[in-house]
């Protein structure tokens, strides 16, 4: 470093620019502390040399100068005073340090050349004493100016030069070592304030890497919250986000009451998009669902992945429950639109459920729980709509808990029977097959639908074990009837993706004596659904038994085609829903087409919901082969048809 780049101070120039930065304000702070003080020690010395000149001096060079120079040393005291550092920009700071320095070197010459002025007068001891005010002075200015050596150099540059010429000049012996010997304390000085510096500049330097390193610790904080908190396909923000933001809301608003919505969306038809064409499209489609949903984000909504095709909304303005479903009804439309993934196009619909605070509940899990169940509403009963959580269904609920409860702690070995319904073969007017019915009947709840306690024993994980209790059952009765009689057997989709229910089915009908190939277990679309592969890997080993397999409620699915066409099936059954309109020539369209696509197939078809002699009539008319329903039989314990199979068989002639 050059000694022109020490004197002017410039080296704080290449420093870097965030470096030299926080170093230039930090000198101003603590200058800013000490500048009034020199100036203050300016005004004493000044005071202190008059004083003991006042008999000597002319009143204009003495009192008159010193209030003169203790109004210029007030003023920029002051200045200093009001500066307020953490205020300046780097450049101000600048500005301000360059000021500084020059003001600094312009008064230290002012006050040199007033003293040696007044060194002209008065005996030894006064001359002495204008010496020791330079010395003092001169120290004491550099003292104060410590943080900014550049200024000292330059004070001490310009008070040394005069200082040594003026008293070499006067052939004083005692006051030119005086000179010299100030001169040489000044040197000394600096070198001690330039030291001092480097060390100043090292603790901020060490404070600014400090600083450094904890800013970058927070940003990489920052965005590991960023990761944590973000779904990385489709950007939005994730389920820990939404329930923690949740669990904020729910603070807020504990006191107030004040209500907000919490929505939940699924898509209707994503998984059988996914299997059909592949993850990629599926991806497509969730990427392309993402950014719908952002598009209706705004103050006070708040829209998340919450996992595979599930998403969330917060809605904090939930004054108008209207205006809230209005909302979920506009973003079910735009999630509804066609999406265009390259090389094909899918339209994958969307249903959601929405629950109220307080009305629906005033915790996270009580709030979610209830938009689940609304959601799951909206997809049983009505696809593509918005199910607003209501009374009504907190009465379901809490009838379902009951149920849940009663399967818990109920004897069902003793509560349980199965009462089967006949299935009949058109060409021969025979009873060929009966369909195994499960009946509950608790001592506390009553009777209780199937529909009921079979969602209720998914729910709570008991649906393996009720299986397997009703296939037992339905196994013994069937030994009671005619070896040509096969039974159907309804399959859970909980049971058909567990391969532990899988093998013990299989070993229940090993250990009941019965021909694997009179055993027919049905299956619904949902049940394939929840795991297509796993399901096609079940089906494969219970067929390979010798047990066979008909697609449940055929045609009320939007993919029935597709898996009728991919799975190994022996037969499908066409949901009662259509006999309804057989006698018009839609339905009997729709049942004809059915026909034709089994036969060619070479799958058996039974139609289900039988209930005219008209709709038989007409079943037999369009080759419909089996039949089912109540014109055909109602569902009965085994000991009423063991009773009257003769008769059955007779009446369907």
């Known amino acids: 470093m050059t000694f022109w780049t020490k004197l002017t101070g410039r080296a704080i120039a290449t420093k870097s620019d965030a470096a030299s930065d926080r170093l230039v304000s930090c000198q101003v702070i603590e200058l800013r502390k000490q500048i009034p003080l020199l100036y203050s020690l300016l005004v004493i010395n000044a005071a202190a040399i008059v004083f003991t000149h006042l008999s000597s001096v002319p009143f204009w060079l003495g009192p008159g100068a010193v209030m003169v120079l203790s109004v210029v040393c007030l003023i920029r005291g ?12 780097p450049a101000q700071s600048r500005t301000q340090l360059r000021r500084t320095t020059r003001l600094g070197v312009g008064i230290s010459v ?34 104060c100016l410590m943080h900014l050596p550049s200024a000292a150099r330059w ?17 004083e012996p005692v006051l030119i070592a005086i000179a010299f010997n100030i001169t040489f304390v000044m040197i000394v000085m600096v070198r001690v304030v330039e030291n001092n510096f480097q060390g100043f500049v090292q603790l901020i330097e060490s404070r600014s890497a400090l600083a450094d390193k904890q800013d970058e610790t927070q940003r990489l904080m920052e965005e590991n919250r960023h990761l944590a908190f973000t779904d990385s396909l489709t950007l939005l923000p994730n ?9 904020e809301t729910l603070e807020a608003r504990g006191e107030t009451g004040e209500p907000f919505a919490l929505a939940i969306l699924d898509l209707d038809r994503f998984k059988p998009i996914n299997d059909t064409h592949g993850h990629l499209v599926g991806d497509r489609v969730l990427v392309e669902t993402g950014r719908r949903l952002a598009a209706f984000v705004g103050e006070g909504v708040l829209a998340v992945r919450l996992g595979g095709d599930e998403f969330g909304l917060l809605i904090l303005d939930a004054t108008s429950s209207e205006a ?3 909302l979920c009804r506009s973003l079910c439309e735009a999630l509804a639109a066609p999406i265009d993934c390259g090389e094909t196009v899918v339209a994958p619909g969307c249903s959601a459920g929405v629950a109220f605070y307080p009305a629906a509940g005033r915790t996270a899990a009580a709030l979610f729980d209830r938009a689940d169940y609304a959601l799951y509403h909206s997809k049983e009963k009505a696809r593509g709509a918005v199910t607003l959580f209501s009374q009504d ?20 070995e003793r509560e349980m029977e199965v009462h089967f319904q ?20 608790n001592p506390l709840l009553g009777r209780i639908p199937p529909d009921r306690f079979i969602a209720a024993a998914e729910r709570c994980g008991l649906i393996h074990r009720l299986t397997l209790l009703l296939l037992r059952k339905a196994l013994a009765d069937i030994r009671r009837l005619p070896a040509d009689i096969g039974l159907s057997f309804n399959l859970s989709s909980h049971d058909l993706t567990s391969p532990e229910t899988v093998l013990a089915i299989m070993s229940a009908v090993r250990n009941s004596g019965i021909e694997p190939g009179r055993i027919t277990l049905e299956l619904t679309e949902t049940a394939l659904m929840r795991d297509f592969d796993l399901a096609q890997r079940s089906i494969e080993v219970l067929r390979a038994l010798g047990m066979r397999i008909a697609l449940d409620d055929f045609g009320t699915g939007y993919s029935s085609l597709g898996y009728v066409h991919r799975l190994a099936l022996d037969k499908i059954k066409i949901d009662r829903s259509f006999m309804a309109d057989i006698d018009a020539r839609s339905g009997r369209s729709i049942v004809a087409t059915v026909l034709d696509l089994s036969q060619n197939l070479s799958l058996d078809c039974i139609a289900e919901g039988v209930e005219t002699e008209a709709q038989l ?31 059955a068989n007779a009446a369907t002639g």
């Open 110 to 143: 002012v006050f040199l050349a007033w003293a040696l002025a007044l060194g002209q007068y008065g005996g030894p001891y006064e001359k002495a004493h204008v010496a020791n005010f330079i010395a003092v002075t001169v120290v004491g200015c550099i003292f």
């Open 78 to 89: 002051l200045q200093w005073s009001a500066v307020r550092p953490e205020q300046f920009t």
């Open 239 to 247: 389920r820990r986000f939404f329930f923690q933001s949740l669990e």
């Open 617 to 647: 009539a007409t079943l037999r008319r369009l080759g419909c082969r089996f039949a089912q329903g109540y014109l055909i039989g109602r569902p009965e314990p085994i000991a009423a048809l063991e009773g009257r199979w003769p008769a």
């Open 393 to 412: 269904h907190e009465d379901a609920i809490r009838s379902e808990r009951s149920v849940e409860t009663a399967l818990q702690i109920s004897d069902l």
């Open 324 to 326: 809230v479903a209005q």
């Open 422 to 441: 006949p299935i009949c073969d058109l060409q021969t007017d025979r009873i060929v097959m009966l369909e195994a019915l499960a009946r509950w009947t």
């Open 155 to 171: 004070v001490v540059l310009a008070v040394s030069g005069p200082l040594l010429v003026y008293y070499i000049s006067s052939g």
